[in-house]
């Protein structure tokens, strides 16, 4: 038996035996069974002798009964790409592109709301007021410099964040979420809502320690995460490019249960603490069917070189048989509307920008072979080409925006209470 819970926790973490028993398709009289054999956990319900039991349980129990009912295929296709394999109340997938807890993302980014207030509406459930003050991430736990004694002569602004936030975590002592409570849940607290804010303004300021850590000193001083990462990067942090920057940031910063954030989910619902929640999803993004997509449409915007020569680098990758990366996505066949607003933002950015010309040269020519729309990581790299950015820079901005997201079901995971754990079906000998 388990204790009695309060009852603003009964509705999220108990069922009624009506429900139980409608839940698992099975009669009261199976339900006490179950219960008598202590295959279900209840607990006194207030009234008579009804009992509540705990929805944990009855969802494991749920979960056991389909897979040895034969839903165990349905759910190896679902994590192949196909029908949803869990509950989330962050992000939807609509024609118009992500929506970020009823709020479309396009929208907020139209609107130049900052990436900041984004965050905290994906992690608390509310938009700030306009104006509201941003906290101030505390003292960097570690100096910048010996962070980049680490790290390799120009090692790209992905490669330092995947080195910064463990170490990040390596310093700071109080980190571990500590044990759930009855029901397996760890709720989320003021203090952990901090450390993700300074986490994640910190990851700005720190990706070109690769090229100069100095800059970092000063990024970390600067307000918002636009303006830090331009800082980082050695660019002139005007309006315009905060803008530019800022929508690319908010954009990228969820996108429902992608391959990084349920990779962060799965560490989440072990109890790991946030750094090592975002490490995870740092290791899955730098696939080059994820996150390191960018690095292969850079690729290709060297290969083209000038805007002459885009027709030709497409018609050349065709004719080799090779794929082509930055084009098409499985959720939006009519086009990405992330990848239309990156492209427009670019070019009222820097019309005149050669790099900007060959990219958007390579988005005509990708159109005219009769290729998918642009995707995500093309308009990333439009983003970084307008600003004169450093190759790698897409990536890294795809991570620092995709951070607020992978925290937000960090959280939620947690609040779940129920560790991640398929099944695999045995096809050996």
Sequence with gaps: MVDLPDSDQRPSAYVTGAEAAELLGVKRETLYAYASRGVLRGVPGGRGRARLYLRADIERLKARHDARAGHGPVAAEALRWGEP????ALTAIGPRGPVYRGKEAVALALDDVPFEAVAELLWTGELPAEGAPAARPGRLSVRPAKLAALLPEGAPPFVALALVVPALG???ATRHVGAPSGDGRIPT?????ARARALVRSLAALVGLGRDARRATDALEADGA??????????????K???????????SADHELNASTFAVRVAASTGADLYAC??????ALSGPRHGGMTDRVEALVAEAGRPERAAAAVHERLRRGEPIAGVGHRLYPEGDPRAQLLLDTARALAPQSAALRTVLALVD???DAGLDPPSLDLGLVAIAAALGL?????????????????????FEQREAGYMLRPRARYTGP
Excluded: Q
Aim: aromatic share 2%; glycine share 8%.
């Design 85 to 88: 394999v869990l509950e989330s």
């Design 170 to 172: 390596a310093h700071d």
């Design 189 to 193: 607290g003021d203090a952990e809502r």
């Design 226 to 239: 636009a303006r830090r990462l331009l800082i980082a990067l050695g660019a002139n942090p005007s309006k």
């Design 241 to 251: 490019a905060e803008r530019a920057v800022n929508r690319a940031l908010l954009v």
């Design 278 to 283: 975002v490490s995870a999803g740092l290791a």
């Design 365 to 367: 020519a990708l159109r």
């Design 390 to 410: 450093p190759a790698g820079t897409a990536a890294a901005l795809f991570a620092v925006g995709r951070a607020a997201g992978w925290i937000a079901h960090a």
